[in-house]
């Protein structure tokens, strides 16, 4: 059997769910950086939009999120609860009362979401919301602004998302992928040694809602439990830009071997407003590949 990773993605697997954090510019370093025979399970205490394992697409996989709604897409996408069918008649109901209502449509569906969380509202508003954000309130609800774009839901726009979520229920049939929405703890307990444990926590201090409440203490009862599973491991997080180094990084995760990459953004429109921010992936040594093969 030919290892799994690492592995070199010619086109991207583009999930239908944004998220702060997704990973979608590092998943080819993360993927090329990773040795795996894929024997195990890919294991994702955190899953978030899934652009990882969407694009690593495994034999078997546990992935979980404390985010309920999250999960519940992605398991109903999988076990044929909606298709893409569904997807388009909503999106294009939906983007015509919001091409006519405005706002008042965005909010209205959002309250609807609020109480009956239906996962393709979930979808509707993840679209159209504010900047593409998640972020829940101290209730639970779904409180992203809208982007004020009422023609947001043209036909391009539906057909791109429509294919997004078809061309992740193909890749999903025939897999043994299992959904949870759980705490970290509980996707980590039961780790078996040819598993696979990649970790893309929230960082502290930054951006909390809901179902982000992570603080110092919770980072580093992760990194304690990381030590100690009989699998290897990989974690993603910052690791600088022009103001600051992530110190947490070497002093909580200084046993696993380091890769990183540089990536650029632009603060406004000025090219000379370009900043890098380098990304890691610690990982268990006999895992890593090689810097110079990566
Ligand atoms: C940085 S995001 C993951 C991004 C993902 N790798 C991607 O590329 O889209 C972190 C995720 O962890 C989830 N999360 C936060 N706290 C959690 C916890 N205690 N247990 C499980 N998941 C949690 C959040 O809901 C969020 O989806």
């Given at each position: 059997m030919l290892p799994l990773l690492p592995k070199t993605l010619e086109r991207l697997t583009v999930p239908p769910l944004k998220i702060q954090g997704i990973k979608t510019r590092l998943v080819r370093f993360i993927l090329g950086s990773i040795r795996w025979e894929g024997r195990g399970r890919w294991v994702?205490?955190?899953?978030?939009?899934?652009v990882v394992v969407f694009n690593l697409l495994p034999r078997r996989a546990l992935l979980g999120d404390r985010n309920p709604h999250i999960v519940r897409f992605y398991a109903d996408l999988q076990k044929g609860v909606f298709a893409e069918g569904d997807v388009r008649g909503h999106l294009e109901h939906e983007g015509a009362l919001l091409a006519r209502r405005g706002a008042d449509h965005y909010y209205a569906v959002r309250e609807r979401f609020n109480a009956s969380h239906d996962p393709l509202d979930f979808l509707f508003l993840n679209r159209s919301c504010f900047n593409g954000m998640m972020r829940f309130n101290r209730s639970g609800g779904f409180n992203v602004p809208f982007c004020?774009?009422?023609?947001?839901?043209s036909k391009a726009y539906v057909s791109k998302i429509v294919n997004q979520v078809g061309a992740l229920r193909r890749a999903m049939e025939g897999r043994d992928w299992e959904f949870r929405s759980c705490d970290w703890s509980e996707t980590v307990s039961?780790?078996?040694?040819e598993d696979f444990l990649y970790m893309d926590p929230p960082y502290f201090g930054r951006h909390a809602d809901y179902f982000n409440q992570w603080d110092e203490e919770d980072a580093a009862r992760l990194a304690d439990r990381a030590r100690a599973v009989p699998c290897a491991v990989a974690l993603s997080m910052w690791k600088s830009n022009r103001f600051r180094v992530n110190e947490h990084l070497e002093a909580v995760w200084g046993f696993l071997e380091e890769r990183t990459t540089e990536h650029f953004y632009h603060l406004?429109?000025?090219?000379?407003?370009?900043h890098s921010m380098v990304e890691a992936l610690r990982l268990s040594p006999h895992v890593a590949v090689a810097s110079r093969e990566g």
């Open positions: 994702e205490p955190f899953l978030g939009s899934g004020r774009k009422p023609e947001r839901f039961d780790l078996m040694a406004g429109s000025s090219l000379e407003l370009r």
